[in-house]
């Protein structure tokens, strides 16, 4: 089955640690993007990528980091420099033509120990 | 600025009731508009789209969404809501170019009264 495959599923954090979320696609899907959920606040973005190795930043970068070295791949860091990163992340793709909405995967629930 | 509103954080129905959640949205170009739903702890799933044409659209689960321009509404309907039903369910807003982003709406949490 195509789809995205977000792990692990839950995660927890070490004061001062950075730790790598990992999102992978078989969709073929030229864009991916990395949300943040927290509640009563919707879906933020943090980082996108419409192709291989490019990247952008999005609503609130500062404190990640993104790398696209494949297509199918789209690992997120959260660094020791993000205060509060206790929430539910969410990778999405999308094909860049068309009228598509995103795909989700099944997201990542970070917690800081 | 680009903007999508869910007036209603939370909203309780009674199982087998009709239910209508509202959606604005403010946006410079031709938009299309999306209805996506969430339960606990998963990612989010497509309800339904609306690009063009018939304003009326039908989605999964016997959702439906009607997209009115005069008043930048696109509000999702189903006639008679069941437990399962019980979920959030986010608005969301974008345009056909190649470095558009979709915005989301803050949610609105559906709960069913048995």
């Known amino acids: 089955d195509g789809g995205i495959t977000q792990s692990p599923k839950y995660l927890f954090r070490k004061e001062g640690q950075n730790v790598t979320l990992s999102c992978e696609q078989n969709l073929n899907h030229d864009a991916m993007y990395w949300y943040r959920q927290d509640p009563g606040q919707g879906l933020r973005l943090i980082y996108y990528s419409q192709i291989v190795n490019d990247f952008q930043k999005g609503d609130i970068a500062e404190g990640y980091s993104v790398s696209r070295e494949k297509k199918e791949s789209f690992p997120l860091t959260v660094t020791s420099a993000q205060k509060n990163p206790t929430a539910f992340y969410l990778c999405a793709t999308r094909p860049t033509r068309g009228v598509y909405g995103y795909t989700f995967g099944s997201g990542t629930r970070l917690t800081v120990v | 600025a680009q903007s999508v509103t869910q007036p209603d954080i939370h909203i309780t129905v009674s199982e087998g009731a009709s239910l209508e959640l509202r959606c604005n949205y403010s946006y410079g170009a031709t938009p299309y508009l999306f209805w996506y739903v969430q339960s606990p702890g998963q990612g989010l799933q497509l309800l339904l789209k609306?690009?063009?044409?018939?304003?009326l659209v039908q989605g999964i689960k016997g959702f439906e969404a009607e997209f009115k321009r005069s008043q930048s509404s696109f509000n999702l309907r189903k006639p008679s809501v069941h437990w399962s039903d019980a979920a959030e369910y986010f608005c969301a807003v974008g345009a056909l170019n190649r470095d558009d982003k979709i915005i989301f709406g803050k949610g609105t949490r559906l709960h069913i009264l048995p």
């Open positions: 609306y690009f063009s044409g018939d304003t």
